[in-house]
């Protein structure tokens, strides 16, 4: 995307399922059509405010700082009930920190907790970064959007006994034989009910849910996720961490049993993580 002012392009109702944002030169909306913060750091789309959170969440933020420049954000409903929050920071792989004086954050995440009224809000609060001056607030945004009480249930497979998970994993870890993390446990259905989902999205949902799970609790989120065929591809993406290769080999194990328990899937890939 071509910009040549501070701007927000907030995507809130996605025709598909997996994470798609534009980079070419599509044009920007005109400064006339947009809300913005105070002095202009981040601003969105006028369109945004009262439109339908879709899930997952996408948002696509422009920011007119040659600074370092993060972005918090919340999804609140009219209870009170925070549905979700996140930051840039918890996505290592999206760009935030270039040195142009306008760049674009690529927010993106799941909401599991199911919305208890049909209105609410969305709260965006950039911070930047200095070597001298640390983390400072900035003024951010506070944006009333529609939500739907509707809910999804997202299945997946975790261990009946997980301390057998981890032994299994430490024994392969000295081997690697046979070449693929593949043991023979008994697995056992978890059932989880999020906020309504779009159907081209089980895939990524099901594998982020494997990763919220609280057998792991690991800083890492699906970034990307397709399906071809009766093929599902999925990408995650984190920080690393001591242990990570022992904790990730568990994921992965339970993200692709989950997912091939899906209807229709037959065959299962990682795209390789960035």
């Known amino acids: 995307m071509v910009l040549g002012s501070a701007l927000v392009s907030t995507l809130l109702s996605p025709s598909m399922g997996q994470p798609v944002f534009d980079t070419g030169a599509a044009q920007a909306p005109s400064s006339a059509n947009l809300i913005c913060s105070e002095g202009r750091i981040i601003c969105v789309s006028q369109s945004v ?4 959170v879709s899930n997952p969440l996408r948002i696509e933020v422009h920011v007119n700082s040659p600074a370092e420049i993060e972005v918090d954000w919340e999804i609140d409903d009219s209870t009170g009930q925070v549905l979700e929050s996140s930051s840039t920071y918890e996505y290592p792989d999206m760009p935030t920190g270039d040195s142009s004086p306008t760049k674009t954050l690529h927010i993106q995440d799941f909401i599991f907790t199911p919305a208890k009224s049909e209105s609410g809000t969305l709260t ?13 607030d900035l003024p951010g945004l506070d944006i009333p959007v529609r939500l739907t009480t509707a809910r999804t249930s997202v299945t997946t497979l975790e261990p009946f006994d997980p301390q057998a ?21 008994k697995l056992v259905l978890r059932h989880d009910t999020i906020m309504r989902i779009d159907r081209d999205a089980i895939i990524g949902a099901t594998a982020e849910a494997v990763l919220r799970s609280g057998t792991f609790q690991c800083p890492w989120h699906v970034t990307d996720w397709h ?11 984190g920080d690393g961490w001591a242990g990570m290769s022992y904790s990730l080999t568990e994921v992965d194990y339970l993200i692709r049993k989950s ?16």
């Open 49 to 52: 405010a009262h439109s339908l």
């Open 124 to 136: 965006l609060r950039p911070t930047r970064y200095g070597a001298a001056t640390g983390k400072a």
């Open 165 to 185: 998970l981890g032994t299994a994993v430490v024994e392969w870890m000295d081997s690697h034989d046979p070449p693929e993390f593949d043991p023979k446990l």
């Open 227 to 237: 399906q071809e065929g009766r093929t599902a591809h999925v990408r995650i993406a």
């Open 259 to 274: 997912v091939l328990n899906l209807p229709g899937i037959k065959k299962f890939v990682f795209d390789p993580r960035q």
